[in-house]
């Protein structure tokens, strides 16, 4: 069996030795189960879960204000494209610049 990304190939089988536990009710090897590997268990699924969570969560906010920018800069480029000059495409610029500074702002935290 390969090591899933991110973790040790130990790590993967203590993740498929918990995931057959929670199935079945016992332990693939067959060994009763004890407050040492239940401890163990919850030990690692709590620290690999928060940095996940944690990430996803970053990369979403960084996705969505992405993809804010690209609504407006799509606006732009149309109104450009089908000749649209002077005030209406000052405005559509003006209303793009605060999607990128926010978008500036989240890739940098």
């Given amino acids: 069996m390969r090591a899933l990304n991110g973790l040790s190939k130990a790590e993967t089988l203590l993740l498929v030795e918990i995931e057959h536990f929670t199935k079945t009710g ?3 090897d067959g060994l009763q189960v004890t ?3 239940v401890d163990e268990s919850i030990k690692f699924l ?4 928060r940095p996940t969570i944690e990430s996803k969560a970053i990369i979403s906010k960084r996705e969505d204000a992405y993809c804010a920018v690209h609504v407006e800069a799509k606006k732009v480029w149309r109104l450009w494209k089908k000749g649209v000059t002077g005030e209406k495409l000052d405005a559509a610029f003006r209303r793009l610049e605060p999607e990128i500074e926010a978008a500036e702002k989240v ?3």
Avoid: F, V
């Fill in 26 to 28: 016992q332990r693939p």
């Fill in 35 to 37: 407050d040492e590997w």
């Fill in 46 to 49: 709590a620290s690999k879960l």
């Fill in 107 to 109: 890739s940098r935290e």
